[in-house]
């Protein structure tokens, strides 16, 4: 375990403080001035991990582990779920038919292989940090380091393009996205 294995947590716990609720125990920022001291720091830390690796291999390796903890493939891939993570490295990240439904209607797992393959770098660190349709966690993709989503988008496009493009997303009536691409 290096210094910044146990710093990131230690940085965390400063920023958020857990307070009682009526409706039970919930984490809360302390202070805005916390948020905003922490942060940099906190991607401070990251970063200059992320520099440290020069090499192309390792920073494409970073991204595959990115994609595993983050459950990127719980959703972009078919089946990963109900094969408790057991699908070739080869069929990963090419979208899925299984629909999600709520109150915004039913949206469809982006094939992100075909997405990557057609953003330069710029584009999708961009992207990555704009506003997603549920039941994506755009948040916490938005809250990841540029060399984070940087090893992300490499991981994803050494995999190549393949699979089909997926359903496009239905809406309820009355429903409108304001001028707002979403993935």
């Not at 809250?143 to 984070?148: G, I, L, P, S």
């Amino acid at each position: 375990m290096n210094a910044r294995s146990i710093a990131l947590p230690i940085l965390a716990l400063v920023a958020h403080a857990v307070t009682a609720d009526p409706r039970g125990v919930h984490a809360e920022p302390i202070a805005d001035s916390t948020a905003s001291f922490v942060e940099p720091v906190a991607r401070s830390f990251t970063d200059s991990a992320m520099s440290d690796l020069n090499d192309p291999a390792r920073i494409i390796e970073r991204g595959r582990y990115l994609v595993k903890v983050s459950g990127c493939n719980d959703c972009h891939t078919e089946g990963y779920m109900q094969g408790n993570g057991e699908v070739p490295t080869e069929q990963w990240l090419t979208g899925s038919a299984v629909g999600f439904q709520g109150p915004w209607g039913t949206t469809y797992a982006t094939n992100l292989r075909l997405l990557l393959n057609d953003l330069t770098e710029a584009e999708w660190l961009t992207r990555a940090r704009e506003p997603k349709r549920p039941p994506m966690p755009w948040f916490n993709l938005s809250a990841m380091t540029d060399a984070d989503l940087v090893a992300l988008y490499r991981f994803v496009r050494s995999l190549g393009p393949a699979g089909e493009s997926v359903s496009t997303a239905t809406f309820p009536d009355g429903f409108f996205l304001l001028n707002r691409q979403l993935v």
